[in-house]
């Protein structure tokens, strides 16, 4: 876990701050330096001093263990069973009544019967995000689990945690390429100070499904090529990045539906377009301490029943 700063200690973290600051005056036309200076920022916000070039000459921290340590170090820990068949059966009925009340009662039935619907929707991508998800129980409790809030706390500390992102989405493939400007190329995030996403596969995910990927290490400074930075926030196919990373860096996430892939996307990922005649169903909850940054929707919560609003309170969880 993270070291606890006193508040004597803290005083310390200033001159830094402005030291990283002076630098960005200095280079914000080079998108590179840019690029650093907002993950040194980045850290300098969250307590992580020891991450920042000179810090760790006046702070030490303990090392961080098991699943927490991957996530810090490589960028992205995994959860084989994050979810019981039961409740992705719960998220499939819930999907079955937003996309033309498609009624099953095996688990075949409800993708048969949501593949033909899916070929009289001409688009790669339908989302259900924020308040229709929110009102309903399956989402909440998924929220509420035990093994969330014990990331986010060794993750984050003791700051109070902002959801600022909650998506359901199923994508297909009916125009056979993927287009520039969607997550399905190489990218990096640059949302907030500080979060990290969960992506839970509500599918079945193998390589023609469409996998999630992600570039070990990316997260950061330094690790994402000068060249890639230097095009500003673009894109990125492919080849381009099988010209610059090792082989081994670049992690395909297959696996069951149920699996849970946590990862801090200031590294480069995407998630591959499926194959004809395939799709991925999956669920996305984005998680922050910070509201500075990109403007998002507002999550509306008056409707919460008083339950989930104690358990958001006493967890200092909130909506963004």
Do not use: C
């Amino acid at each position: 876990m993270k070291e606890k700063f006193n508040k004597f200690q803290i005083i310390y973290r200033f001159p830094i701050f402005f030291i990283g600051l002076f630098i960005y005056l200095i280079f914000k036309k080079n998108f590179s330096v840019f690029h650093k200076q907002l993950i040194y920022l980045n850290y300098f916000y969250n307590g992580d001093l020891t991450k920042i070039p000179f810090a760790s000459f006046f702070f030490n921290s303990q090392e961080e263990t098991g699943s927490i340590s991957q996530l810090i170090n490589k960028g992205y820990m995994i959860e084989e069973k994050f979810l019981e068949k039961e409740e992705i059966i719960k998220i499939y009925k819930f999907i079955s009544k937003k996309i033309n009340k498609i009624k099953f009662n095996r688990i075949e039935d409800f993708h048969l019967k949501l593949s033909e619907n899916l070929k009289l929707i001409n688009n790669n991508k339908i989302t259900i995000e924020n308040e229709e998800l929110i009102n309903e129980d399956i989402f909440k409790d998924i929220i509420k689990k035990k093994y969330v809030r014990e990331i986010l706390d060794n993750y984050f500390g003791n700051k109070k945690k902002i959801i600022d992102i909650l998506s359901l989405s199923i994508t297909q493939n009916m125009n056979s390429k993927t287009i520039e400007d969607s997550a399905q190329m190489y990218h990096y995030d640059m949302d907030r100070l500080n979060w990290i996403k969960f992506f839970i596969y509500l599918t079945d995910v193998e390589n023609a499904h469409g996998p999630h990927q992600f570039i070990e290490n990316t997260h950061k400074p330094g690790e994402i090529s000068s060249k890639i930075l230097s095009y500003g926030y673009k894109r990125l196919d492919e080849g381009e990045i099988n010209n610059i990373y090792d082989n081994k860096l670049i992690k395909t996430f297959t696996g069951n539906s149920g699996k849970l892939i946590v990862e801090n996307t200031k590294g480069l990922h995407r998630g591959k377009l499926p194959k004809k005649d395939f799709y991925r169903i999956m669920l996305t909850m984005s998680f922050t301490t910070s509201r500075f940054g990109s403007p998002m929707n507002k999550i509306p919560i008056n409707n919460l029943d008083q339950n989930f609003k104690k358990y958001l309170n006493e967890n200092r969880i909130e909506f963004f």
